[in-house]
């Protein structure tokens, strides 16, 4: 899950949608491509479940107290 620490923001994904997406948009040619997705989308969720902690135990014992680097990046014409 996103999560902007200095603006203690969580950004929800829907996994679901997410599937769909790039199941219809991403077509790999392999014989294994869903089962391929398939694992990668349970990967995501596990790592959110892992975020959560993180954020839980942060929210719990407070936020530390340095600065954290934002850089926009830019990508040939697309700024991020």
Do not use: C, S
């Not at 620490?5 to 491509?33: A, G, T």
């Amino acid at each position: 899950m996103p999560f902007d620490y200095p603006n203690i923001q969580r950004y929800e994904v829907d996994y679901d949608d997410l599937h769909l997406y790039l199941k219809q948009n991403f077509k790999l040619n392999f014989d294994y491509f869903e089962e391929w997705l398939n694992g990668w989308i349970r990967v995501l969720k596990n790592a959110e479940i892992d975020t959560q902690k993180q954020i839980d135990k942060l929210l719990e014992n407070g936020i530390y107290g340095f600065e954290v680097f934002q850089q926009n990046l830019t990508f040939w014409k697309y700024h991020i």
